[in-house]
């Protein structure tokens, strides 16, 4: 399959105009959100709001396989196969291969192209989309993501269900180096926060824009996420929670955050805190505060937390895990707890 760019784009901003050249024929892309098909046979429309840019660099998709340690007896997850330039390697280092594909058409060459080659016993095709799918076991991950779900997906398999041995994904060089970072740097934010307190983020590789049909505007990296063998003792959707309460802006302080009423309110309301009078306050039962009456109640407790354990000038995003930890068992010994959303929408919510 040669596919190239076509001479006639029309604008810049927009998806370009390509060409798709297979077996002979050949068929106009362009996806600007509202997309021209002309139907000429196997032709292939790359649509950009699928996230549809294809690896083509042999010597690349070589380099992101041997350096994911795939193993003969692994079975591995591939989000987004697209045509199957990556999934025919994984196939022949393998030994079976789960794909998640969204788009029918990719599907349908997919599965031509592997069963041309005699592979198919060893692939599993789920068309779906991957964040509303839940997985079959898997040993690895190995993968070039649509950049468009980056975040919810990385929450989804650092915080989902199943256990694996690494993930290696092709991800926008920004977004990489962001889970990359550690705590004080510019670009550490509350996902990176999130998954590096369950996983080790390793960078494998920069891969040059160049390198994809049609090509993104940005570079891409490769990194290898890997869970850690030893979790923190937290309540992990509640960490969920209370990261998302301090980094509703990472470089607001502590402090400033939680002293806005409109923070408060949206907290409490939202059931994402819920505030408790233990033996720490007054010798009263248990119970929850009341909303309306108790918000500079529960404003008042939290701010008195920081204050009095250094917390109030410190920005979440130059604060440590084991900081951030302190501090959620500093408001859980006072009663404030941070009450789990659903998963789901703590996953989806970057
Ligand atoms: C960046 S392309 C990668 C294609 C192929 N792996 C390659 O490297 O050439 C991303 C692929 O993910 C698919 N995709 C986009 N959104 C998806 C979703 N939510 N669930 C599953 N697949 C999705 C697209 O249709 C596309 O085939």
């Not at 040669?2 to 784009?9: A, C, H, N, R, V």
């Not at 991800?171 to 926060?193: I, T, Y």
Request: glycine share 4%.
């Amino acid at each position: 399959m040669m596919i190239q760019k076509s001479s006639s784009i029309k604008s810049r901003s927009s998806w370009c105009l390509l060409v798709l050249r297979r077996n002979s024929s050949h068929s106009q892309i362009r996806s600007n959100g509202q997309v021209v098909e002309k139907k000429q046979h196997d032709g292939l429309y790359l649509q950009k709001s699928k996230g549809q840019h294809l690896l083509t660099n042999t010597r690349v998709l070589d380099s992101i396989v041997r350096s994911s340690h795939v193993r003969p007896t692994d079975t591995v997850l591939e989000i987004g196969p697209g045509t199957g330039n990556l999934t025919m390697k994984l196939l022949q280092a393998a030994n079976h291969v789960v794909a998640v594909e969204l788009d029918k058409r990719m599907v349908d060459i997919l599965r031509t192209r592997v069963s041309g080659h005699g592979f198919l016993h060893k692939l599993t095709i789920i068309q779906k989309d991957v964040l509303k799918t839940d997985f079959p076991e898997f040993d690895l991950v190995v993968a070039n993501i649509p950049y468009n779900i980056s975040s919810p997906l990385v929450a989804k398999l650092v915080y989902g269900s199943n256990s694996f041995r690494s993930a290696t994904l092709l991800l926008q060089k920004e977004f990489s180096r962001r889970l990359l970072a550690n705590p004080g740097d510019s670009d550490f934010n509350r996902l990176a926060m999130n998954v590096r307190l369950l996983a080790d983020v390793k960078f494998v590789m920069d891969v040059s824009k160049r390198e994809f049909v049609p090509p993104p505007k940005v570079d891409s990296s490769v990194v290898m996420i890997t869970p850690k063998e030893v979790k923190p003792d937290v309540n992990v959707q509640e960490w969920l929670s209370f990261t998302r309460a301090c980094f509703g802006n990472k470089n607001k302080t502590l402090g400033s955050m939680f002293r806005q009423k409109k923070k408060v309110m949206e907290l409490l309301s939202l059931s994402q805190v819920g505030i408790t009078r233990n033996a720490s306050f007054d010798q009263g039962e248990n119970q929850v505060l009341c909303l309306d009456t108790d918000a500079s109640v529960f404003k008042e407790r939290v701010i008195e937390i920081l204050k009095s354990n250094g917390f109030e000038d410190k920005r979440p995003s130059k604060l440590s895990h084991s900081e951030l930890l302190h501090l959620l068992s500093l408001f859980n010994q006072a009663g404030i707890f941070f009450h789990s959303l659903p998963l789901d929408l703590l996953l989806h919510d970057y």
